[in-house]
Nanobody, 123 residues
Framework: QVQLVESGGGLVQAGGSLRLSCTAS????????MGWFRQAPGKEREFVAA????????YYADIVKGRFTISRDNAKNTVYLQMNSLKPEDTAVYYC????????????????WGQGTQVTVSS
């Protein structure tokens, strides 16, 4: 069992930056791949980024590639999402998720989800 808690969301102007954190409970954090997804009002939850269990590989949605960076610190049971050059279309609730080391882009791969943190980017 893994419980995930996101933090770091907020209101930022376009072009600004935010860093999201997701801290996991339990001693098995390092055995999971971790992902970030987001959901804007009226839209489906979509993949943003993922990282393998040891941080060796990362994966990004095309729309955030070059602007967002995912990383993890297994000693702190925490995964991060550094978001730079934010745009109004990045406004959404951001969720972290834990899953197996495969199918990183797919929601069905992730069995554990946090409650989400709101990110609002003003123009």
């Amino acid at each position: 069992q893994v419980q995930l808690v996101e933090s770091g969301g907020g209101l930022v102007q376009a072009g600004g930056s935010l860093r999201l954190s997701c801290t996991a409970s339990g001693r098995t954090f390092s055995s999971y791949a971790m992902g970030w997804f987001r959901q804007a009002p009226g839209k489906e939850r979509e993949f943003v980024a993922a990282i393998t269990w040891n941080g060796g590989r990362t994966y990004y949605a095309d729309i955030v590639k070059g602007r967002f960076t995912i990383s993890r610190d297994n000693a702190k049971n925490t995964v991060y999402l550094q978001m730079n050059s934010l745009k109004p279309e990045d406004t959404a609730v951001y969720y972290c998720a834990a899953g197996s080391d495969s199918y990183y882009y797919q929601r069905k791969n992730y069995g554990y989800w946090g409650q989400g943190t709101q990110v609002t980017v003003s123009s």
